[in-house]
C-alpha cells in the first residue's frame, strides 16, 4: 500500500519557488491566487497582493493581474471604494480591458464613479487607530469623543484608564482676595463639589458593575482630605473598598486621605492588586504611624506628611530596597533614609527633609548615585556639603534633571564654596535638561550664592527648564542672554529684599505705557530665550500680569505668579494679548494636563509621579 504525505508537495513547492527568480515567482504566485477561494481569505490575498506590488520592475501585464484579482476580493467583502481604485488603476494601464468592464456591468458601477476618491477615512484596525491615539494628549482625546467613530471608544478607554475620584470638597488656600472670592461664589463652588461627588460616585458604582470598564483602569488618584470632621467619609470609604478588588489591572495608586482611609486602603489593594508598581501617599490629620505593606513589584514610592513617624516607613523601605527605582519623601523633619534604601538601584530621588550635621545625604548619592538621572533636594541646610561635590565631581554620569532648594540655614553654617563648586560640578554635564537652584536670598553670602552662580549657564546647551534666584548683584541687561537659548521654562525667584532694581522693574516699569531701553524690563527682555513659552516669579508682589507678559516676556503662553497661573491668549485679528487665570482646581489637579497641550511640558518636573 503506498502512502501520500500532503507536506511533501508543500516542500516541493517551496524547493521549486526558491530557484526561481522574482519575476518568475510572481507568475507562480498570480496563477495560485487565481484558485483561491474569494470568500473567507481576504487577509491573505491582501498580503499576496501587497508584495506583489512591491517587486521592482514588475510587468505590467501582471500589476494589471494582480490588481484585479484584489478588486474581486475586496467587492466580495463589502468594500466597494477601495475595490473602485483597483479597477480604475487597471483602466489606467489598460483602458481596454473586457474583465473590468464585465465587472463594471456586473456591479452596475458607472465609469465616472472609479474616479471618485474615498469619501471615508482609511479604513484602519482598532489596534492601529489606538496606537494613534496614543500619542494625543488628554484634552484632544476629549474632543475624540465626539467623533461618531471606533475613534471615540478607543478614546474613551485610553481616558478612562486613569481616573481620579474627588470625595471631599477642595479648599482653596486662605487670603483676603480668596475669602472675598469665597463670599461672591460660595454656590459656584458647592455646585463644583457636588458634581464631583455625584462623578466619583457614578465611577465608582461603573466599576462595581462593569468588569470590563474596571479591567481598563491602570491609574486611580483619590483626593480625601476632610476638613471638615462633621462630614464622615464611611459611605464613600465603604464603595472605594468595594470597588478595588475590581481593578484587576490596576498599576498606579495616589491617595490623599486621613487615618480613616490610608490603612484600610492599603491592606485592600495589598490583598487584590499585589502587581502595584506605583504608590504615592500623602498622609494628612496627624496620622501617627503608617504600615505599609510590601508590594513585590513596586518600582515607585512617594509619601508625603508632616507628623508620621519614619519608623515603619523606613522598615518598608528596607524591605523594598531591591525593586524600588524612584523615590519621593516629603517630610521636613525626616532624615535621609540612607541605611534604609540602595540607592545604586535609584532612578529617581526627591527628597524634602532634614539636612542635619550628621547626614550622609550627600555622599551617599554622590558616591552611589551611579543610575540616577532625577534628583531634587530640598530643607533645611545644617552640614557644609561643598567638599563632596568637590569630591565627587564627575559622580551621577546619567544626570538629566537637577534641583537643589535650601529653605533655610542652620545659624552655624557657613559654606561659602557651596554655589561654585554646584557651578562647577554640572559645568561639563552638557546633557542636562532642567536644573533648579533656589536659595534663601538674606543668606546668600553664606553659601557663596551671586551673580557667578548664573555664570555656568551658558554652557548648559541643552538646557530646556530653568529655576533659580535672583541674585543681588546681577544686571538686568545680562541676566537675560546668560539664560541658555533652549530655555522653554524659566521661573525666577525675585525678592523685593534681594534686587531694588527688579522691584522697580515689576512695580513700576511694567505700569508705563511708553518704555524706553534703559528700563530693566526692556533689558532683561531683549535677552530672553526665543523658545521661552512659560515664566514664573517667585515672592514678589505683580499689580499687572498682563503689564508682564506685553513688556518682558511677549513669546510665553502661560504665567505663574507664586501660585496663580494665567493663560495668554493673542487675538488673531490684532496680535493683541489677553490673560486668562486658572481656576483653583486646574491648577492643582490638571497642571500637567493644561501646561501639556499650551506647549509648556517642560515646566513640569520630570520626577517620581510623572509616567
Request: proline share 6%.
Given at each position: 500500500m503506498s502512502l501520500f504525505n500532503p507536506r511533501i508537495l508543500d516542500a516541493s513547492i517551496r524547493d521549486v519557488t526558491a530557484n526561481l527568480n522574482d519575476t518568475q515567482k510572481t507568475d507562480v504566485l498570480l496563477h495560485a491566487l487565481q484558485h483561491l477561494p474569494i470568500q473567507g481569505c481576504r487577509t491573505t490575498m491582501e498580503n499576496a497582493v501587497q508584495s506583489l506590488l512591491q517587486v521592482p520592475n514588475l510587468p505590467t501585464a501582471s500589476i494589471s493581474r494582480a490588481l484585479l484579482l484584489r478588486a474581486k476580493g475586496r467587492l466580495a467583502a463589502g468594500y466597494r471604494t477601495s475595490a473602485q481604485q483597483d479597477l480604475h488603476s487597471v483602466l489606467t494601464v489598460d483602458p481596454e480591458n473586457q474583465d473590468v468592464k464585465a465587472i463594471i456591468q456586473s456591479q452596475h458601477l458607472r465609469p465616472e464613479m472609479l474616479l471618485r476618491e474615498p469619501d471615508c477615512?482609511?479604513?484602519?484596525?482598532?489596534?492601529?487607530?489606538?496606537?494613534?491615539?496614543?500619542?494625543?494628549?488628554?484634552?484632544?482625546?476629549?474632543?475624540?469623543?465626539?467623533?461618531?467613530?471606533?475613534?471615540?471608544?478607543?478614546?474613551?478607554?485610553?481616558?478612562?484608564?486613569?481616573?481620579?475620584?474627588?470625595?471631599?470638597?477642595?479648599?482653596?488656600?486662605?487670603?483676603?482676595?480668596?475669602r472675598v472670592r469665597l463670599v461672591q461664589g460660595a454656590s459656584v463652588d458647592q455646585d463644583i463639589d457636588a458634581w464631583h461627588y455625584q462623578r466619583s460616585a457614578d465611577i465608582l458604582t461603573r466599576i462595581l458593575v462593569d468588569p470590563h470598564f474596571a479591567g481598563h483602569i491602570r491609574s486611580l488618584s483619590i483626593f480625601a482630605v476632610s476638613y471638615d470632621d462633621t462630614q464622615p467619609l464611611t459611605f464613600q470609604i465603604g464603595m472605594l473598598m468595594n470597588a478595588l478588588p475590581k481593578l484587576s489591572n490596576l498599576r498606579k495608586l495616589h491617595c490623599s486621605g486621613n487615618n480613616e482611609l490610608i490603612p484600610r486602603m492599603l491592606q485592600t489593594v495589598h490583598a487584590y492588586n499585589p502587581r502595584l508598581q506605583r504608590l504615592s501617599l500623602v498622609v494628612a490629620n496627624h496620622i501617627v504611624d503608617i504600615n505599609v505593606p510590601v508590594f513585590k513589584h513596586l518600582t515607585h514610592f512617594a509619601i508625603s506628611s508632616d507628623d508620621v513617624s519614619s519608623l515603619s516607613v523606613h522598615a518598608f523601605l528596607a524591605q523594598s530596597r531591591d525593586v524600588?527605582?524612584?523615590?519621593?519623601?516629603?517630610?521636613?523633619?525626616?532624615?535621609?533614609?540612607?541605611?534604609?534604601?540602595?540607592?545604586?538601584?535609584?532612578?529617581?530621588?526627591?527628597?524634602?527633609?532634614?539636612?542635619?550635621?550628621?547626614?550622609?545625604?550627600?555622599?551617599?548619592?554622590?558616591?552611589?548615585?551611579?543610575?540616577?538621572?532625577?534628583?531634587?533636594?530640598?530643607?533645611?541646610?545644617?552640614?557644609?556639603?561643598?567638599?563632596?561635590?568637590?569630591?565627587?565631581?564627575?559622580?551621577?554620569?546619567?544626570?538629566?534633571?537637577?534641583?537643589?532648594?535650601?529653605?533655610?540655614?542652620?545659624?552655624?553654617?557657613?559654606?561659602?564654596?557651596?554655589?561654585?563648586?554646584?557651578?562647577?560640578?554640572?559645568?561639563?554635564?552638557?546633557?542636562?535638561?532642567?536644573?533648579?537652584?533656589?536659595?534663601?536670598?538674606?543668606?546668600?553670602?553664606?553659601?557663596?550664592?551671586?551673580?557667578?552662580?548664573?555664570?555656568?549657564?551658558?554652557?548648559?546647551?541643552?538646557?530646556?527648564?530653568?529655576?533659580?534666584?535672583?541674585?543681588?548683584?546681577?544686571?538686568?541687561?545680562?541676566?537675560?542672554?546668560?539664560?541658555?537659548?533652549?530655555?522653554?521654562?524659566?521661573?525666577?525667584?525675585?525678592?523685593?529684599?534681594?534686587?531694588?532694581?527688579?522691584?522697580?522693574?515689576?512695580?513700576?516699569?511694567?505700569?508705563?505705557?511708553?518704555?524706553?531701553?534703559?528700563?530693566?524690563?526692556?533689558?532683561?527682555?531683549?535677552g530672553m530665550p526665543p523658545l521661552l513659552r512659560y515664566i514664573g516669579i517667585t515672592h514678589m508682589p505683580i499689580r499687572s500680569v498682563l503689564s508682564v507678559v506685553e513688556h518682558g516676556f511677549p513669546n510665553v503662553r502661560v504665567v505663574r505668579i507664586d501660585g496663580s497661573v494665567w493663560t495668554v491668549i493673542r487675538s488673531e485679528e490684532d496680535g493683541s494679548?489677553?490673560?486668562?487665570?486658572?481656576?483653583?482646581?486646574?491648577?492643582?489637579?490638571?497642571?500637567?494636563?493644561?501646561?501639556?497641550?499650551?506647549?509648556?511640558?517642560?515646566?513640569?518636573?520630570?520626577?517620581?509621579?510623572?509616567?
Amino acid at each position: 500500500m503506498s502512502l501520500f504525505n500532503p507536506r511533501i508537495l508543500d516542500a516541493s513547492i517551496r524547493d521549486v519557488t526558491a530557484n526561481l527568480n522574482d519575476t518568475q515567482k510572481t507568475d507562480v504566485l498570480l496563477h495560485a491566487l487565481q484558485h483561491l477561494p474569494i470568500q473567507g481569505c481576504r487577509t491573505t490575498m491582501e498580503n499576496a497582493v501587497q508584495s506583489l506590488l512591491q517587486v521592482p520592475n514588475l510587468p505590467t501585464a501582471s500589476i494589471s493581474r494582480a490588481l484585479l484579482l484584489r478588486a474581486k476580493g475586496r467587492l466580495a467583502a463589502g468594500y466597494r471604494t477601495s475595490a473602485q481604485q483597483d479597477l480604475h488603476s487597471v483602466l489606467t494601464v489598460d483602458p481596454e480591458n473586457q474583465d473590468v468592464k464585465a465587472i463594471i456591468q456586473s456591479q452596475h458601477l458607472r465609469p465616472e464613479m472609479l474616479l471618485r476618491e474615498p469619501d471615508c477615512p482609511p479604513r484602519f484596525s482598532p489596534e492601529v487607530w489606538r496606537e494613534i491615539a496614543l500619542f494625543l494628549p488628554k484634552r484632544d482625546l476629549k474632543s475624540l469623543l465626539l467623533v461618531p467613530n471606533a475613534l471615540s471608544r478607543i478614546a474613551s478607554q485610553l481616558l478612562f484608564r486613569e481616573i481620579d475620584l474627588h470625595l471631599t470638597a477642595s479648599v482653596e488656600p486662605s487670603g483676603i482676595e480668596d475669602r472675598v472670592r469665597l463670599v461672591q461664589g460660595a454656590s459656584v463652588d458647592q455646585d463644583i463639589d457636588a458634581w464631583h461627588y455625584q462623578r466619583s460616585a457614578d465611577i465608582l458604582t461603573r466599576i462595581l458593575v462593569d468588569p470590563h470598564f474596571a479591567g481598563h483602569i491602570r491609574s486611580l488618584s483619590i483626593f480625601a482630605v476632610s476638613y471638615d470632621d462633621t462630614q464622615p467619609l464611611t459611605f464613600q470609604i465603604g464603595m472605594l473598598m468595594n470597588a478595588l478588588p475590581k481593578l484587576s489591572n490596576l498599576r498606579k495608586l495616589h491617595c490623599s486621605g486621613n487615618n480613616e482611609l490610608i490603612p484600610r486602603m492599603l491592606q485592600t489593594v495589598h490583598a487584590y492588586n499585589p502587581r502595584l508598581q506605583r504608590l504615592s501617599l500623602v498622609v494628612a490629620n496627624h496620622i501617627v504611624d503608617i504600615n505599609v505593606p510590601v508590594f513585590k513589584h513596586l518600582t515607585h514610592f512617594a509619601i508625603s506628611s508632616d507628623d508620621v513617624s519614619s519608623l515603619s516607613v523606613h522598615a518598608f523601605l528596607a524591605q523594598s530596597r531591591d525593586v524600588l527605582r524612584s523615590l519621593s519623601i516629603n517630610n521636613p523633619h525626616w532624615r535621609f533614609p540612607a541605611e534604609a534604601i540602595s540607592v545604586h538601584h535609584l532612578t529617581q530621588i526627591e527628597f524634602n527633609g532634614c539636612f542635619s550635621a550628621d547626614t550622609q545625604v550627600f555622599s551617599e548619592i554622590l558616591a552611589n548615585g551611579d543610575q540616577l538621572e532625577s534628583l531634587m533636594l530640598s530643607g533645611t541646610l545644617e552640614c557644609t556639603p561643598s567638599s563632596l561635590f568637590r569630591k565627587y565631581r564627575t559622580a551621577l554620569p546619567f544626570l538629566r534633571h537637577f534641583s537643589l532648594t535650601i529653605t533655610a540655614l542652620h545659624r552655624h553654617v557657613v559654606d561659602r564654596e557651596l554655589c561654585p563648586t554646584i557651578s562647577e560640578f554640572l559645568r561639563e554635564r552638557t546633557q542636562l535638561r532642567t536644573y533648579h537652584l533656589l536659595v534663601p536670598p538674606s543668606e546668600a553670602r553664606r553659601i557663596g550664592f551671586d551673580a557667578s552662580a548664573w555664570g555656568v549657564l551658558p554652557v548648559l546647551s541643552k538646557l530646556s527648564s530653568l529655576s533659580i534666584t535672583y541674585p543681588r548683584d546681577l544686571s538686568p541687561s545680562l541676566a537675560g542672554w546668560l539664560v541658555p537659548r533652549t530655555v522653554q521654562a524659566l521661573t525666577l525667584d525675585v525678592s523685593p529684599a534681594v534686587t531694588e532694581d527688579l522691584v522697580s522693574f515689576m512695580n513700576v516699569c511694567l505700569l508705563r505705557s511708553c518704555m524706553s531701553l534703559s528700563d530693566p524690563v526692556q533689558q532683561l527682555r531683549t535677552g530672553m530665550p526665543p523658545l521661552l513659552r512659560y515664566i514664573g516669579i517667585t515672592h514678589m508682589p505683580i499689580r499687572s500680569v498682563l503689564s508682564v507678559v506685553e513688556h518682558g516676556f511677549p513669546n510665553v503662553r502661560v504665567v505663574r505668579i507664586d501660585g496663580s497661573v494665567w493663560t495668554v491668549i493673542r487675538s488673531e485679528e490684532d496680535g493683541s494679548l489677553e490673560v486668562e487665570q486658572w481656576p483653583y482646581r486646574r491648577a492643582k489637579y490638571h497642571a500637567a494636563e493644561w501646561l501639556e497641550s499650551l506647549e509648556c511640558a517642560e515646566a513640569i518636573w520630570k520626577g517620581v509621579n510623572r509616567p
